[in-house]
């Protein structure tokens, strides 16, 4: 299977130059912090690196930090190089992710990549999760392992949302697929989101339910962040419109896992690395939510589909 992944990868890291996705692997451009991002908590537990392109958010005994974008933006590609603090950092949260929850109190969208800290000699868990104007009592989490240790390097993790679909990356591999259809209603993210980067004390629930927590003999616990993207398109804080023309908003609905090599490179992380999908979960959805139909997954998973009668 690890064989078959690798083949899959390497397959399609050698395909992906020529993928229709220009948009993922174009020079990104990289907002200066003090351009694009502002801080939200956390003092001098958020450094600023002297090349102006990396942030360091740190949890110590007195609190953890958080930066966010300074614009919305109403679809667009998010992105950044994470590295995420080593040895034992149990109950430590890392979260980037989009949400509108400060603007929206009932209703709000989010998306998110959330690191879930680790025990010594023990990997981290990351985890996806999609809210869609307030549907918190459906809880979208899948959880996976990783093919590398995340603590080691930088990892490039991104997020498309366009009107049509969210998918989740990580080092440009597509991992997660969520194709607008009319079930899913309002529960497709549909109003403008910030972009988020924090590091909290989960430790009530982030580490093996919260078996694990924090041990501030270890702090400060710190996350790098590089190569912010913002990709996206803007919205006017006064009128509420986007800056978007027509053209450049149908940029991102024209992203697709279209190419079979991005496809199968997909298909192989899902089958090693994924280790909880509310797909699944029967015992928290005995009739599954709408896109976790039998169809739908047999879709995602390339398997042939029954036809509709
Ligand atoms: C990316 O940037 C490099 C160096 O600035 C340049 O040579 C190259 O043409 C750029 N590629 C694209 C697709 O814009
Ligand atoms: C979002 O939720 C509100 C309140 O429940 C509802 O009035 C509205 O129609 C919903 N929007 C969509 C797009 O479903």
């Not at 990868?9 to 050698?14: K, R, V």
Request: aromatic share 14%; proline share 4%.
């Amino acid at each position: 299977m690890m064989a078959l992944f690798i083949s899959a990868l390497s397959l399609y890291l050698l395909f992906s130059t020529a993928s229709c996705n220009s948009i993922l692997f174009e020079n990104y451009t990289y907002l200066p912090f003090d351009e694009g991002y502002t801080q939200l908590f956390g003092d001098d537990n958020l450094m600023l690196l002297r090349d102006g392109k990396t942030v360091h958010i740190s949890l110590d005994e007195r609190s953890g930090a958080g930066f966010a974008s300074q614009d919305q933006y109403l679809h667009g590609f998010f992105s950044a190089s994470i590295k995420l603090p080593s040895d034992y950092a149990a109950g430590v949260v890392v979260a980037f992710y989009m949400s509108n929850g400060d603007v929206f109190e009932k209703t709000h969208d989010e998306l998110d990549f959330e690191f879930l800290g680790n025990i010594r000699g023990r990997e981290w868990r990351v985890q996806t999760n999609i809210y869609g104007n307030g549907s918190t009592a459906v809880g979208r989490e899948e959880r996976y392992s990783l093919w590398f240790d995340p603590t080691e390097d930088f990892h490039r993790y991104s997020i498309l949302w366009s009107q049509d679909r969210i998918i989740f990356y990580i080092d440009n591999i597509p991992i997660r697929e969520m194709v607008r259809t009319p079930s899913i209603g309002g529960d497709f993210p549909s109003k403008p989101m910030s972009l988020y980067a924090t590091i909290w004390d989960g430790s009530h629930w982030a580490t093996l339910g919260g078996r694990y927590k924090a041990n501030y003999k270890y702090a400060p616990f710190t996350a790098e962040f590089s190569d912010l993207v913002l990709h996206g398109c803007a919205v006017d804080p006064t009128d509420h419109l986007s800056t978007c023309n027509h053209r450049e908003s149908g940029r991102y609905s024209s992203i697709k896992i279209s190419d079979d090599d991005e496809r199968l490179a997909m298909q192989g992380f899902r089958k090693k690395y994924v280790t909880y999908s509310y797909c699944y979960d029967r015992e928290r959805y005995p009739v599954p939510v709408p896109e976790c139909e039998r169809r739908v997954l047999a879709r995602l998973a390339g398997l042939p589909v029954e036809r509709t009668r």
